[in-house]
């Protein structure tokens, strides 16, 4: 059969596209965020526990502009930008389902709370209507104009089929599992010929407890307990060995970067979790550091982490750690009795703090009740000249980016030049590296302590936490202190290869260069692709603008690199918004296929579900990676495979100059850098 032809150009197609757009909601706090389709037909209902929000409602077409303040009141219609972003804050004081109506015609949102439950329908994501390219089974004629020249072989990656470029085009039959994709590389392209760069770095995100547990004797270190139910928030037991065992299959993914959640000690009791206190939640995830100088038993030993190392570069494959600076972790039980703080009621606590557990009538924020936080014996803990905490004679949190406590975590005073020595409890640590060292101040001591395991271990590189809620100066140091360890572990090991290189996390931050980058940042996660993504899975070509911006910035600002992703463990799973093989597949091709570096989260590669979450729906984006794989996710890893190595053998597709291809009946582009050039062509659903 012939291929069918859209009588409308690539750019109609697209300006119909944004004419239809979909509305979106997006509910943010400091460290979380989730995005929403509204529809005038349905409200949406959401379930928000007791904080502050910041609404953000994008892509409302039409003619419209709201007033520049206006105030939240429920049940009260607010009015909308159109072609703008609208922002509003809300303070949530009751934890329940709240409704965002939308009207369409009189372009407003209303909020209200909600006495019934939600359903799992409120987040059932429709696929979006958009308008795209069509095609039937059969050969399919592409233009490349002048991207090779007549006579030059290239090869379709997806299939395998070679054909030859005569007068400007080619002619081959996509492969039905492609999602509309061909992949044409020259066919005397031979793998890893071009030079690795950043610029088009596959990155992936391991949450190292969630990944693969090669070493179940750890599985309970410092006394963690299971909580024998749905294991929301207690550690799970992946550990470094673990991920060392799965190397060749991240590098099968096209891997140039693992990205590993901190691994250093955390504190080794729970707080509670969710807003009802409905499980125990421990420091699985590594953002609650108790001891930055060590590997969390949990995780493993320092002899995993060196050999994790060596055997990711004997694969070609980068580590990158992450760097927490902004705070430490909370308080609990089971660090207190180890600290011998004298702070908490023993006659409520069992002999071992960490096997408390809630009574009839408690949950697990009950705890608290033993523990005096008015007790002035709070100077033994980090101390006032550390951290910044609501306690007594320390400094109370502020208001702002610098000065606030994220989720209550204690916030390091990083921006004192005060000279300190680190706690008691902490030089006491059994096997930590901590010491005091005169003339040194907060700064000081996280900047050397992050910077030793590169010294030690040859790290690569540093994904960076909380970039916004530290000064500028800092980071600065840190880049160049983590440089130079960099420099001495390598003239020691006899090795060479790329500057240290630090990404950071700017919370909403897009794909443009910003300030940060001046503060030694090479490049800054892309919290906008996330949301393009729906689009671009609906239909390849409706990333062509996004393409576009993020190469010309490419181009314009050759210092800084964005790195997109389509999952994380603080916003949502991508295959939770659809629950569709087909759209993840989709998706994998519009973000692979993505200008600048991109992060691959973890079990993206297999459509890894959502886990048990109670009332804390980001617990559920932290799921056990899937290992034992039915017919439709082996299908998708093979098809990730696929974009993903195609990516790593050609640096032009991350980094190369964007330019698009005229065709009546397909959306077209090459990319270009040096003398590696590839086209890539979308031929329709």
Known sequence: MKQKTLTTAIGLLLASAAA??????????????????????QPLVVPLTKQNYQLTISDLPGRCQAPDKQKVKFRKPLSLNCNQDT???????FAGDYSFAFDQDNHTLSIARKAKKSTKQAFKRPIPVVQCEKHTDGPVTLQLRDSFADGTTLKDAYSGQTVTVQQGSVTLTPSKASGGLVLLEPVDTAPHTHPFTYDNANIYFVMVDRFNNADPSNDTSYGRNKDGKQEVG????????????????????????????????QVHGFVGGGESGSFPFYAYHGYWTRDFTKIDANFGSEADLKRLVTEAHKRGIKIFLDAVINHSGYSTLADLQLDHLPIVDKSQMPPQWADWSPSKGENWHSYNQAIDYQNPQWSQWWGADWVRAGLPDYSKPGSSDITMTLAGLPDFLTESD?????????????????????????????????????????????RVDTVKHVEGEVWKRLKESASESLTQWRSQNGQKGEPFWMMGEVWGHSAYRSPY?????????????????????????QMQDT????????????????????????????FDRFKSFDMQRDAANALLLSPGAVQIYYGDEVGRELGPYADDFHQGTRSDMVWKLDQNRQKLLEHWQTIGQFRQRHPAVGAGTHKVIKNDSAYVFSRTLGDDKVVVAFVGK
């Open 87 to 93: 922002h509003f804050d809300i303070k949530i004081r």
């Open 20 to 41: 239809s757009a979909q509305p979106t909601l997006s509910i943010s706090t400091t460290t979380t965020s989730r995005d929403f389709p509204l529809s005038a037909q």
């Open 234 to 265: 207690t550690f799970h037991g992946g550990d470094l060995k673990g991920v060392i065992e799965k190397l060749d299959y991240i590098k099968s993914l096209g891997t140039d970067v693992i990205w590993l959640s901190p691994i250093v000690e």
């Open 418 to 462: 005060k000279a300190v020595t680190p706690p008691q409890w902490l030089l006491n640590n059994p096997e930590t590296r901590v010491v005091a060292k005169e003339g040194y101040s907060v700064s000081d001591y996280l900047i050397e302590w992050q910077s030793d395991w590169v010294k030690r271990f040859g790290i690569d590189g540093f």
């Open 517 to 541: 980058a001046d503060d030694g940042f090479d490049a800054l996660i892309n919290f906008d692709m996330q949301k393009k993504l729906d689009k671009g899975a609906a239909c390849f070509s």
């Open 547 to 574: 393409y576009q911006n993020y190469a010309n910035s490419l181009q314009e600002t050759p210092d800084f690199t964005p790195v997109s992703y389509m999952s994380s463990h603080d916003t949502e799973l991508f």
